[in-house]
């Protein structure tokens, strides 16, 4: 969903919105597309890549493209929660607490190397993500909608991280794993770099965003591809289920319910991206690793046999029976 000069003139606003980001992102097209089904299906997602590869700039660009407010946190081992959510502050003139919200208030908040900080301040966010509140002595505040997180980590640090907790990881709709650009794309990248930055423009705002998502809300969802979901849970507990006895020793704990649940949503959102009003089997399978590996619990023998979650997933896929839906005409 690219174009190397303008959108076509039909194009709605999602793929103008696209258009809009890729005036400043080269390539990462997986990126920009899990974003937008991130917004569209109201989830959050866990982007994981080495430094340098527009991970910031990206959400920014969203941001912009869409009109809402977008907020930063460098997540570093002294940030306490009340830097991200807020806390009461003592007025001495009037002589009583005051509340100063924190900077998840907003649509779009990049929580940038998430795992640098305390299991205490990633768990802050745990309420934010989940029931889009915060609740700050007494007192409960809504977030802006829309809301997105969008965390980032490195994958090539062990000192002075912290693993995520489990129920946090459990809140990310997805988990994208990007790599380098290739030649061409970096080249471009280094050729942009010389130029003035590009200004993007306001495609849409926060409340035709709303529009969208519900507009997302109704796109159909045969029973077949909410029991293959199911199904692709199931057998991530127990590759047994599927046939693949011989992977059971390297899963301790397979995705959780929520997976279901995000997995259908999410392939919704993407069925709708993709101009359509019916969901099919592969917007389930496109989706599949992103929504789930990040849920998967391995075992110390899959770490010493070198088997990842996305091998485990794959195979998996690959012994599934995929459905034949029959409500496409609804």
């Not at 940030?79 to 779009?108: C, K, M």
């Not at 199931?234 to 047994?240: G, H, K, T």
């Not at 029976?321 to 609804?330: H, I, K, L, V, Y």
Request: proline share 7%; no cysteine.
């Amino acid at each position: 969903m690219t174009w190397t000069d303008a959108p076509p003139a039909a194009a709605g606003p999602i793929e103008k919105v696209l258009y809009e980001v890729k005036k400043t992102i080269v390539g990462q097209d997986l990126l920009l597309e899990r974003l937008i089904v991130a917004l569209l299906a109201r989830g959050h997602i866990l982007v994981e890549g080495v430094p340098g590869l527009a991970k910031t700039l990206a959400v920014k660009s969203l941001a912009e493209a869409i009109g809402g407010d977008f907020h930063r946190v460098q997540f570093t081992p002294d940030l306490v929660p009340a830097d991200i959510v807020g806390t009461r502050i003592y007025h001495q003139p009037s002589g009583e607490f005051q509340v100063q919200l924190g900077p998840v208030f907003t649509n779009l908040l990049l929580a940038d190397e998430i795992n640098r900080a305390p299991a205490k301040v990633q768990s802050a966010l745990l309420e934010t993500m989940q029931e889009r509140q915060v609740t700050i002595g007494r007192e409960t505040h809504k977030l802006p909608d829309p809301f997105l997180v969008m965390a980032t980590q490195n994958p090539i640090e062990n000192e002075g991280v912290y693993p995520l907790p489990e129920a946090q990881v459990d809140r990310f709709m997805m988990k994208v794993v990007i790599g380098y650009p290739s030649p061409t794309e970096e080249f471009v990248v280094v050729e942009r770099a010389l130029a003035p930055a590009a200004v993007l423009q306001r495609i849409i705002d926060p409340e035709t965003l709303v529009g969208l998502q519900q507009a997302a809300d109704q796109v159909y969802v045969d029973p077949s591809l909410i029991e293959f979901a199911v199904q692709l849970a199931n057998a991530s507990r127990d590759p047994a289920r599927v046939g693949l006895t011989e992977l059971s020793r390297y899963v301790t704990f397979g995705a959780s319910p929520r997976s279901s649940i995000s997995l259908v949503l999410a392939a919704r959102a993407l069925a709708y991206l993709r101009g359509r009003e019916y969901a099919v089997p592969e917007d389930l399978s496109d989706l599949a690793l992103d929504v789930l590996r990040h849920r998967m619990v391995l075992s110390y023998e899959a770490l010493s046999d070198d088997v990842t979650a996305d091998l485990i997933l794959s195979k998996i896929l690959a012994n599934l029976q995929f459905p034949e839906p029959t409500g496409r005409g609804r």
